[in-house]
């Protein structure tokens, strides 16, 4: 059980928007900043968005991120098939003493 | 180019010991927060400890903690983790992976390949 808690699977069309929640508490979303990584089968994983909203050079700005509260959200517009991958939201948490990751969630392009 | 790569896995017998490696290149591990982060077979990605730049503070999961030590090697610029008492939980793929900034509570920016650790008997 994962202390971020995220859907474990969305899927889209291409072209379609689609957005992945991530849900924690106030020791880690509530508190600190969210980062998320995309993760393709048989690849490292790839910082996608830090610090809540931003987006590093070389990332499309397809991929936006945004925060209210415990919970932050992974947008993705105009969807492409290479956006098959999972996806994984993280944050500090102040109680553990560690970063926390949401369980992952797989996204599916029909 | 900024390149972390890891090595040292391999198989290991359940109570066992392993110190797995990364190599990093491009920039100083002491002046950025550098982590290690696992991914069981079917499973999602888990941090494990992570050493903050200039401070050298170093955290770890709950998970692992008095079982693992981090090390951070500045002459060499490596990063280890000496794993002791190890258990099939323990079987991963194990990730490097530099911080955006000294703090420990930033993205990751650059990862490893990683490396393969498989506790079996």
């Known amino acids: 059980q994962s202390v971020l808690t995220q859907p474990p699977s969305v899927s889209g069309t291409p072209g379609q928007r689609v957005t992945i929640s991530c849900s924690g508490s106030s020791s880690n979303i509530g508190s600190n900043i969210v980062n998320w990584y995309q993760h393709l089968v048989g690849a490292a994983p790839k910082l996608l968005i830090y610090s809540d909203d931003q987006g590093p050079s070389g990332v499309p700005d397809r991929f936006s991120g945004s925060k209210s509260g415990t919970s932050a959200s992974l947008a993705i517009s105009g969807l492409q098939s290479e956006d098959e991958a999972d996806y994984y939201c993280a944050a500090w948490d102040d109680s553990l003493n560690s970063v926390v990751f949401g369980g992952g969630t797989k996204l599916t392009v029909l | 180019e900024v390149q972390m790569v890891e090595s040292g896995g391999r198989l290991i017998h359940p109570g066992g010991s392993l110190r797995v490696s990364c190599a990093a290149s491009?920039?100083?591990?002491?002046?950025?927060?550098v982590n290690w982060v696992r991914q069981a077979p079917g499973k999602g990605l888990d941090w494990v400890s992570g050493i903050s730049g200039t401070t050298g503070k170093t955290n770890y999961a709950v998970s692992v903690k008095g079982r693992f030590t981090i090390l951070r090697d500045n002459s060499k610029n490596t990063l280890h983790l000496q794993m002791n008492s190890l258990s099939e939980e323990d079987t991963a793929v194990y990730y490097c992976?530099?911080?955006?900034?000294?703090?420990?509570?930033?993205?990751?920016?650059?990862w490893g390949q990683g490396t393969l650790v498989t506790v079996s008997s």
């Open positions: 491009g920039f100083s591990i002491e002046n950025y927060a």
């Open positions: 992976a530099k911080g955006l900034y000294a703090g420990e509570r930033d993205g990751f920016d650059v």
